[in-house]
Structure formats: structure tokens, C-alpha cells
């Protein structure tokens, strides 16, 4: 069974609904840990209710980005971490864990990238005016927002529409694309015998 991290730094309601989908055996995957660098964030709340283990840090209590990540990737091998999905988690990665956990790494962002890297992009695509969105599902790599894309779902935006009620339809496709994508994944890093 494939021992997966999470990143986030937020709310955390695609946290839940990945841990959910684990819970009722929708994904064959143990949430080996929780990595936060928000240490009041919500989603800390979520996973001491589903009894998972947190590592949560301050990047301000490190010297640099390079000893932060160290700690994370200590962490992760002590928890026999195999995969790590970002959700929500509001750094860009570094080469410590690039070099730890290189092609293991998936992302989430409110855009059809490359349209809209960075952060707001619910924001910054409402303000383009641009008639169709979505999220995509990337790898992660050393740019912001720039690996190789793994999957992507587009939703039209009404001529009603507000940047709210966007971000509510964003985050809708999310909660049920993340959680497919990730099966996906580790089904397939079973049958290639990457991981049992
Ligand atoms: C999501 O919109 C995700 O795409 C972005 O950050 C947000 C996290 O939301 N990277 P939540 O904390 O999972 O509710």
C-alpha cells in the first residue's frame, strides 16, 4: 500500500476530501503524515480529527529554505513517505526535496496552466475576463507552476459569474478531479512495480 504526504498550508478541503476518499477505499493509499509551515491553519484541525500525524514548522525558525527541507525530508523517510501531493501548499519546492522526492511531487492549481501560474488564479483569470478556467493536476518541478501536466478539467465562466461563485465552481472540479488523479497514479505505480 502506497504511503502518500500531504502539503498544505490552508483550509484544507482538499485534504479532507482526499483523506475521505482513503477512508472509504476509494484510494488504496495511508496518509502517512501532514506537512503544514502554517502552524494556526485549519487543516491541523482536520487531521488531528482523522488521527493523522502533523509535522507543521515555521520557515522563520530556519535559517534557509535548504535546513527547512531537510527536516521535511527526515520526516518523510522516517514515515516511509513514497509519494507527496501538494494541496494547497503555498511554497515554491525546493532542490532538497526535488533531489528526495524528484517525479513524486504533484500539484493542484486553479487555472488551465500554462494559463495563470502563481498565486490567485481564480483572481488573476475572473480579472482577465477569459470565458473558460479549470484546474489542472501537474508534476512538480523547479519553476512555479510549470511541470509536466498530468490531467486538467475546464469550467465555463457565466456571464453572472462572480470571482466567488468561480471559486466555488473551481473548487468543486477539484474535490473530484484530485482524488481521481491521485488513484490513478498510484494504481499505476503498482502495476509498473514502483511501489506495491
Ligand atoms: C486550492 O484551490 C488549490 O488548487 C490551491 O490552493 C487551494 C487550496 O484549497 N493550490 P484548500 O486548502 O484545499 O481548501
Redesign the pocket.
Known amino acids: 500500500m502506497s504511503r502518500i504526504a500531504l502539503f498544505?498550508?490552508?483550509?484544507?478541503?482538499?485534504?479532507?476530501v482526499i483523506a475521505e476518499a482513503i477512508q472509504r477505499g476509494d484510494i488504496s493509499a495511508d496518509i502517512a503524515i501532514l506537512v503544514c509551515d502554517q502552524p494556526d491553519a485549519y487543516?491541523i484541525k482536520r487531521a488531528e480529527q482523522l488521527q493523522i500525524p502533523v509535522f507543521s514548522f515555521r520557515a522563520k525558525d530556519y535559517s534557509s529554505k535548504v535546513e527547512f527541507e531537510t527536516k521535511i525530508v527526515d520526516k518523510l523517510r522516517e514515515a516511509g513517505v513514497d509519494f507527496i501531493f501538494?494541496?494547497?501548499?503555498?511554497r515554491l519546492i525546493g532542490e532538497t526535496l526535488l533531489r528526495a522526492y524528484g517525479g513524486k511531487i504533484v500539484?493542484?492549481?486553479?487555472s488551465l496552466l500554462p494559463a495563470f501560474p502563481g498565486k490567485d488564479?481564480?483572481g488573476q483569470a475572473f480579472n482577465a475576463r477569459v470565458k473558460i478556467t479549470g484546474?489542472t493536476v501537474h508534476f512538480v518541478d523547479e519553476g512555479m507552476d510549470t511541470g509536466p501536466i498530468i490531467d486538467q478539467e475546464s469550467v465555463r465562466v457565466a456571464e453572472d459569474e462572480t470571482r466567488e461563485s468561480l471559486?466555488e465552481k473551481?473548487?468543486k472540479i477539484?474535490h473530484t478531479l484530485y482524488p481521481r488523479v491521485i488513484k490513478n497514479l498510484l494504481t499505476k505505480a503498482v502495476v509498473e512495480g514502483t511501489k506495491k
Open positions: 498544505a498550508s490552508g483550509s484544507g478541503s482538499n485534504f479532507q487543516v501538494l494541496a494547497g501548499y503555498m500539484n493542484i492549481h486553479p488564479a481564480i484546474v471559486q473551481i473548487q477539484e
